[in-house]
């Protein structure tokens, strides 16, 4: 994703209103993108959130593609300091499976994905919820003073409603107000949402917290291990005086074989170690864990009339690939380069009406994007429920092969870095 192109004239023609319901990521992102790349239009972001509310402290945790970290440092919104990049990824499968010194380490399926293989300083980076969407939001007011009749705040009113009324769209957010052109970005977990068009429940749980790594574990590195019941990931952290060395945990279990609630901590530090890939050294400690029920929920169209739904409000996934953020910033980028072309295609002409046919773009554009990440997600994610005796094999013969061909291996590690294209 390319941010540095030439943005497109302001032209008085152009009076484009574009309202952003809720600033998360997503939202935040995609506000950031229109003013810097549609600067004769206006956009206004809304969010339920009073904006004096501090959200820097904010834990919970947030792995970003190399491709969505780019796109961040362009619009000037990316806290260094505050994130871990990802060096290595490393997915690897639990006993019982098929052992053969083809595998790799201790003759068990594994893939290895590095940076440097890739031509990359990194593969990605991961942080707290907190420190990215500060610095997103801090972006964004210094838009809006800057640019204040362009670059609008609407924060600590929720959107009451939102309709069709003739070409335009009306947002009810205790004022009624019209726009061309509404992306609702507020899509929340999927315990909390109404169900889209597309929706599963996988019956399994998501224990999230974080663990304190032996020192001697190697830096910079995510694990995937696959278990019988379910994945189970370690996603590095960074250090804090505290606790220097560190890893955000996902662990997901089947909510009918899900003992994980009536465990100690000392308890379940035991069973994640025993599940921990060979070679890890074994896990110091853990925090108290958060559970959240996991399922697919999904609207088969990013775009209705002229609304738009991108990120969670889209899509919510398992978190076994780790890519819903990621396909969110991606939507927000298709949104709004499918609008710069089109005012570049009719120099002069009001933007407004050229809104379908950039939407109709966005939707064939992202198609296949966004298509192999949901299936393959789910599919993943629905194989865990399976008890057929040959699958782990299966599954582990597949890492093995993945491992083996390295042109495959690089199509998905782009794939993962940066979207497919």
Known sequence: MRTDAPAAPPSPADPLR???VGAGPAGLG???????RLPAAQVQLFDARPLEKDISDDPRTLALSLGSVQLLQRLQAWNEAAAQSILQVQVSQAPPTLRHPVFGEAGQPVVSIHAREQGEERLGAVLAYGQLVAPMQAAWLRQCEARPAQALTRFGQPVAGIRAVGDEMEVDAGIADRFDLVVIAEGGVFA????KSLSHDYQQNAWVGTVTLDPASPPGVAYERF?????LALLPLPPTPQQPHRAALVWCLPQAEDEVAGLTDAQRLTVINQQLPPGLPPLRGISPLKCFPLGL??????VEGRLVRIGNAAQT????????????LRDAYALVEALVQ???RQPGSPLAAAVPRALQRVQWQRGPDRWSTILGTDFLARSFSWRWPALPALR???LAALQALPPVKKALARQMMFGRR
């Open 30 to 36: 995609l506000a950031l993108l229109a003013a810097r």
């Open 18 to 20: 574009i309202a952003i």
């Open 317 to 328: 996934l398992h978190p076994v690939a780790g890519q819903g953020l990621n396909l969110g």
């Open 192 to 195: 909390e949402q109404s169900r």
């Open 342 to 344: 089109a005012q570049a």
């Open 297 to 302: 929920n999904a609207e088969r169209s990013l």
């Open 227 to 231: 278990t019988r019941n379910g994945p």
């Open 396 to 398: 582990g013969l597949g």
